[in-house]
């Protein structure tokens, strides 16, 4: 069975300064992997996907991603973070196959302070 | 363009009580999945539905939860007998295939008293 983790569950970090999340998944089969971010009191949006080619995909607001499937992760960066970043931010994966079902990391909130 | 609504937005309810929760996915999305939020799971895939096929739900945690897509469209998700741990933010994701990504809804905050 597919399962991810996102090893840190809070990430703090001063405005302007980089940040990674880290994601790491387990699966037996090629899966599709995608990062998204939720606002307080907001549903879920899209900031990239995986589901071939180039290993490093680019996102909305800055972020970027690598698959790196030796290592079956999918770590999310952004150079320079801004307040506005403030959120939690979930993995996740989908088998390529199946029905598209997600499986979602436990999130990763972070903390941008001034 | 219109996005996945859902609705209500909040539903406040006695434990025993019926609820239905609304789906209106994206226009010309056939998949359709409805997912929940709550602080001690986290997110949790709950059923699945894709054109006329048969729905997965392998993620329903009871018989009390039901769900049904009428004319490929609009979905509800029904709850019978509602418990206490049934309190969460149950969210409705649609997508154009499946494994593609999936747009979300705002989502429904049931609070079961």
């Known amino acids: 069975a597919q399962s991810v983790t996102q090893l840190d569950s809070q990430v703090p970090v001063f405005e302007e300064a980089p940040v990674e999340l880290r994601c790491n998944y387990s699966s037996s089969v090629s899966v599709y992997l995608f990062w998204y971010v939720q606002y307080p009191n907001q549903g879920l949006q899209l900031l990239l996907k995986y589901l071939s080619g180039s290993t490093l995909v680019k996102g909305i607001n800055g972020f970027e991603a690598e698959f790196n499937k030796s290592q079956t992760s999918f770590h999310l960066r952004k150079p320079s973070v801004h307040i506005s970043d403030t959120a939690e931010y979930f993995c996740?994966?989908?088998?390529?196959?199946?029905?598209?079902?997600?499986?979602f990391g436990q999130g990763t909130t972070l903390q941008v302070k001034p | 363009g219109a996005g996945v609504s859902q609705s209500p937005s909040n539903k406040v309810t006695e434990k025993g009580k019926d609820v239905e929760l609304r789906c209106d996915p994206i226009?010309?999305?056939?998949?359709l999945y409805w997912y929940r939020q709550s602080l001690g799971q986290g997110l949790e895939f709950l059923i699945y539905?894709?054109?006329?096929?048969?729905?997965?739900k392998s993620g329903l945690p009871s018989d009390r939860f039901s769900a049904e897509r009428t004319g490929g469209s609009v979905s509800t998700l029904t709850i019978q007998r509602t418990q206490q741990e049934d309190s969460a933010v149950y969210l409705c994701a649609s997508s154009m295939s499946p494994g593609l990504e999936q747009y979300f809804g705002p989502g429904t905050r049931l609070t079961v008293t």
């Open positions: 226009s010309g999305h056939t998949a």
């Open positions: 996740a994966v989908t088998v390529s196959s199946n029905t598209g079902k997600l499986i």
């Open positions: 539905f894709q054109g006329n096929s048969a729905p997965d």
